[in-house]
Nanobody, 126 residues
Framework: VQLVESGGGSVQAGGSLRLSCTAS????????LAWFRQAPGKEREGVAA????????YYADSVKGRFTISQDNAKNTVYLQMNNLKPEDTAMYYC????????????????????WGQGTQVTVSS
């Protein structure tokens, strides 16, 4: 298993959750670790990403100021701290990893990643 997510759950609007993505060594070092989400009936979208070598970060406009991505190199783990959650944040959240960097096109994180986790559900009620 290369990427394992945890930390999903159900919260009320305004609440917080922290997602974790633990990677194997070859899916962590010199890689872009990203969080994507997919709600029922909607396309998968990039939420946040971090390049593990230098900590460069990307955030989707919809989560800027509310979500924070961070890394712990000693644990090969990337976190997504989600604050002030909204019902529209409800989705399955996936961790992904790719050696080609955190590619952004037209302000949107590219979906083409080599490695994917199994996903963790986040549900925000109003």
């Amino acid at each position: 298993v290369q990427l394992v997510e945890s930390g999903g759950g159900s919260v009320q609007a305004g609440g917080s959750l922290r997602l974790s993505c633990t990677a194997s060594a070859y899916t962590y070092s010199s890689m872009c670790l990203a969080w994507f989400r997919q709600a029922p009936g909607k396309e998968r979208e990039g939420v946040a990403a971090i390049y593990t070598d230098d900590g460069t970060k990307y955030y989707a406009d919809s989560v800027k100021g509310r979500f924070t991505i961070s890394q712990d190199n000693a644990k090969n783990t990337v976190y997504l701290q989600m604050n002030n959650l909204k019902p529209e944040d409800t989705a399955m959240y996936y961790c992904a990893s790719d050696a080609r960097g955190c590619r952004v096109v037209a302000g949107t994180l590219v979906l083409d990643y080599s490695y994917w986790g199994q996903g963790t559900q986040v549900t925000v009620s109003s």
